[in-house]
T-cell receptor, first 109, second 113 residues
Framework: GQNIDQPTEMTATEGAIVQINCTYQ??????LFWYQQHAGEAPTFLSY??LDGLEEKGRFSSFLSRSKGYSYLLLKELQMKDSASYLC??????????WGAGTKLIIKP | TAGITQAPTSQILAAGRSMTLRCTQD?????MYWYRQDLGLGLRLIHY???????GKGEVPDGYSVSRANTDDFPLTLASAVPSQTSVYFC????????????FGPGTRLTVL
């Protein structure tokens, strides 16, 4: 079967750095996405990795290791508005997205 | 631009009744998708359409039907609602089906009693 694993919940302090991990087992791999979802809102796109390595976008970076079936999202200089759920999704061999259940990130002052 | 709109925002429906959730995009995207999101579970694909005139089944298609008569609209119909269909439904679209990013509508919160 296909499986995406992420921690259910994480807590971090404003101004700090947090790393959210995602491991996956899917039938094929055609890219990995990270989305942010604030409570009661739609998911919004954050990053896309298809090759191994680190992609940096401002305060957010995403890393991929295809051989390990592993990715992480790194958030720096945390702000209160970063409190949200972070969804990891893998595009499989049929080009369908398989989604993790999401990691709820709580930022404390 | 509006992007993707969904209607209604929320609905309470009696079991056994039918309902159509509407989804419209103005980005001229070829591909559209319907997902449901339940607490503790990832988004699950119900149906998708790679281009106008074609549809396909996702992971959880039973009890749902879709049509794609034109590029902009992708309605989702529940023929006879059951309580297990209580969920938040998201419509999404993408320019194509390769590595393209999916963009989501605001969602419809449906409660079936």
């Amino acid at each position: 079967g296909q499986n995406i694993d992420q921690p259910t919940e994480m807590t971090a302090t404003e101004g700090a750095i947090v790393q959210i991990n995602c491991t996956y087992q899917t039938s094929g791999f055609n890219g990995l996405f990270w989305y942010q979802q604030h409570a009661g809102e739609a998911p919004t796109f954050l990053s896309y990795n298809v090759l191994d390595g680190l992609e940096e976008k401002g305060r957010f970076s995403s890393f991929l290791s295809r051989s390990k079936g592993y990715s992480y999202l790194l958030l720096k200089e945390l702000q209160m508005k970063d409190s949200a759920s972070y969804l990891c999704a893998v595009r499989d061999s049929n080009y369908q997205l398989i989604w993790g259940a999401g990691t709820k990130l709580i930022i404390k002052p | 631009t509006a992007g993707i709109t969904q209607a209604p925002t929320s609905q309470i429906l009696a079991a056994g009744r039918s309902m159509t959730l509407r989804c419209t995009q103005d980005m001229r995207h070829n591909a559209m998708y319907w997902y449901r999101q339940d607490l503790g579970l990832g988004l699950r694909l119900i149906h998708y359409s790679n281009t106008a005139g074609t549809t396909g089944k996702g992971e959880v298609p039973d009890g749902y039907s879709v049509s794609r008569a034109n590029t902009d609209d992708f309605p989702l119909t529940l023929a006879s609602a059951v309580p297990s269909q209580t969920s938040v439904y998201f419509c999404a679209s993408s320019p194509g089906t390769g590595s393209d990013t999916q963009y989501f509508g605001p969602g419809t919160r449906l409660t079936v009693l």
